[in-house]
Every structure is written in structure tokens, then in C-alpha cells.
């Protein structure tokens, strides 16, 4: 009954390379999110999934940065061209299916994270 | 502000101590939750509290929500060493079916054994 879980959890690259951050979702899980924490501060939502699509990107850089959740396989999160800026750890959560009460969703779901990725760009 | 600011930003305490952490937030929303992380660990969900309820507890948490306010509490009672962590707040407005979370900085709590 394995957690979400991320690779690599320690990623080195040097300014300009592609950085490949993996995700795997709790098993049945549909919905995944990516985050982004600088040191001493809390996690920045940036983006969205379910299987196939991005459903908000808004805390998503414009430029260099993508993410996707093919139907099989893990999500990823490429950022290309990597700057010293883009040093964080990088959080994955999933969650299930949104369950619909009343009028809309009930909100949020729980999300379950992964242990992070720390990216370090030299 | 942002949107879940919890707040002190640090707090220590001795073991056995209670702790309590506030979050205000801005928007409507549909829940709160709160979330605790270990130095350099991810981020472990703790209490979901809905916004029609008012107080829930888990174990020697208590979480308690006031939506006139636009605020929540946590309170961690008999405080122990393995206490020490970040506590985070999370929130999700009400007006969208998005599901991100918006996380303030957290609360840093160091309980001395």
C-alpha cells in the first residue's frame, strides 16, 4: 500500500540543463499536484492534473517549465534550462476522485505528499 | 497577507506544554486542513476540519474553525520532543472545483524535552 512516491529525491543540475522530476500517485489516485517550497516558507501551488490533463497551471512559471500525467506512468515535472532560482524541493501530492455533494464538489480532497525532490542547481 | 497565514511564526515550548498555532485566511472556503512537516521531510496531512464544523480533534489535537473570522486553530496538547516540526494551514476557496491549496509559511514548533 505504497504513499506517493517522487524521484529522485536529490537532484543536482547545472544552469541550463533539464531537470526531470517524477511522481507517482497513491495507487488510484486520478488527481495530482505539484508544489514548490523555498527554504523557511510553504509550499506554492503550481500545478493541477489528472490523467491527461492539466486542469489549473496557474502557479506554473510561464516559461520553461511543464508538467503532464500521461495515462500510464508517473507524472512528470520538466523545467528546462534550469536557473539557480529554480533551487527548491519540489512536492507531489495525489488524491482520489472528487466526490460531488449538493451543488459542486465537496472542495479539496486530501491530499497525500510525497517526500519531495530537492533540486540543486549549481 | 496571503491566503493561509499562520501565525507565530515560531513557538517553543517545553514537553508536556500545550501549543496552540492560529491561521487566518481571506477567501470563502469549502475546508481547512493542516499539515505537519519534519525538517527536510514532506508534508503529513493531520485534520481536515469542513467548513460547517466548528471543532474537531484527533488524538491530542484540536482543531477548531471560526468562518466569521476567517481563522483556525491548532492546539497540540501535552506536547512531546517528536512534536517538533512545521505546522502548516491549508485552504481552498469555495468559488472554484480547482483543487489547489493555498499553504501559509507555518508555524516552526520546537518542544525541549
Known amino acids: 500500500n505504497a504513499g506517493v512516491m517522487q524521484n529522485p529525491r536529490h537532484l543536482v543540475r547545472r544552469r541550463g540543463q533539464e531537470a526531470r522530476l517524477r511522481c507517482s500517485p497513491v495507487?488510484?489516485?486520478?488527481?495530482v499536484y505539484w508544489y514548490r517550497q523555498l527554504p523557511e516558507e510553504g509550499l506554492k501551488f503550481m500545478v493541477y492534473?489528472?490523467?491527461?490533463?492539466?486542469?489549473?497551471e496557474s502557479g506554473m512559471p510561464k516559461e520553461r517549465f511543464s508538467a503532464e500525467f500521461p495515462k500510464e506512468g508517473p507524472s512528470i515535472l520538466r523545467i528546462q534550462q534550469v536557473v539557480r532560482g529554480d533551487s527548491a524541493a519540489y512536492f507531489c501530492?495525489?488524491?482520489?476522485?472528487?466526490?460531488?455533494?449538493?451543488?459542486?464538489?465537496?472542495?479539496?480532497?486530501?491530499?497525500?505528499f510525497g517526500p519531495g525532490t530537492r533540486l540543486l542547481v549549481l | 497577507s496571503q491566503q493561509g497565514e499562520e501565525d507565530p511564526q515560531a513557538l517553543s515550548i517545553q514537553e508536556g506544554e500545550n501549543a496552540t498555532m492560529n491561521c487566518s485566511y481571506k477567501?470563502?472556503?469549502?475546508?481547512l486542513q493542516w499539515y505537519r512537516q519534519n525538517s527536510g521531510r514532506g508534508l503529513v496531512h493531520l485534520i481536515l476540519?469542513?467548513?460547517?464544523?466548528r471543532e474537531k480533534h484527533s488524538g491530542r489535537l484540536r482543531v477548531t474553525l471560526d468562518t466569521s473570522k476567517k481563522s483556525s486553530s491548532l492546539l497540540i496538547t501535552a506536547s512531546r520532543a517528536a512534536d517538533t516540526a512545521s505546522y502548516f494551514c491549508?485552504?481552498?476557496?469555495?468559488?472554484?472545483?480547482?483543487?489547489?491549496?493555498?499553504f501559509g509559511d507555518g508555524t516552526t514548533l520546537t518542544v525541549k524535552p
Open positions: 501530492a495525489s488524491s482520489p476522485v472528487r466526490r460531488r455533494s449538493g451543488e459542486g464538489f465537496d472542495g479539496q480532497e486530501t491530499q497525500y
Open positions: 495507487k488510484g489516485h486520478s488527481h
Open positions: 492534473l489528472q490523467k491527461e490533463n492539466i486542469i489549473d
Open positions: 477567501t470563502s472556503i469549502n475546508n
Open positions: 476540519i469542513r467548513s460547517n464544523e
Open positions: 491549508a485552504t481552498a476557496p469555495s468559488n472554484t472545483n480547482a483543487g489547489k491549496s493555498t
